[in-house]
């Protein structure tokens, strides 16, 4: 119960989204926990405005996105993620996008 509460109390702001939670439970009962950022699939779903991923996603396509949205949904990920630049986050996060069937629409704007 004392868990439900302090969850709630940290994320009274981020109501409604999907958010992985580590929890550290020690001997003596006590606990601490450490909220992550959501899901890239969530994330990209939201910002291309689709409820699901495609079942062929190298033959229906069912979204697009730019690479501005690309680069933010990488620089709200790149905590979690285990690369060191944000370039190397977005190639992340685009495939992961051509992966449920979304699009990455323009050039690619890191260096080469």
């Known amino acids: 119960m004392e868990f439900c509460k302090q969850f709630n109390a940290r994320t009274q702001d981020k109501?409604?989204?999907?958010?992985?939670?580590?929890?550290?439970?020690y001997k003596d009962k006590s606990f601490d926990f450490v909220i992550k950022t959501p899901p890239a699939a969530v994330q990209i779903m939201e910002a291309a405005k689709i409820k699901g991923g495609s079942a062929?996603?190298?033959r229906k396509k069912v979204g697009?996105?730019?690479w501005d949205q690309v680069k933010t949904i990488a620089q709200d990920k790149i905590v979690d993620m285990n690369?060191?630049?944000?370039?190397s986050a977005m190639r992340m996060i685009a495939g992961t996008a051509r992966s449920?069937?979304?699009?990455v629409t323009g050039e690619f704007p890191g260096n080469n």
Do not use: H, Y
Not at 83 to 87: H, I, L, M, P, Y
Not at 100 to 103: A, D, F, L, R
């Open 15 to 25: 109501a409604g989204k999907v958010l992985p939670v580590v929890i550290t439970v």
């Open 100 to 103: 449920m069937g979304v699009t």
């Open 56 to 58: 062929e996603p190298n």
């Open 83 to 87: 690369c060191f630049t944000v370039e």
């Open 64 to 66: 697009s996105l730019t």
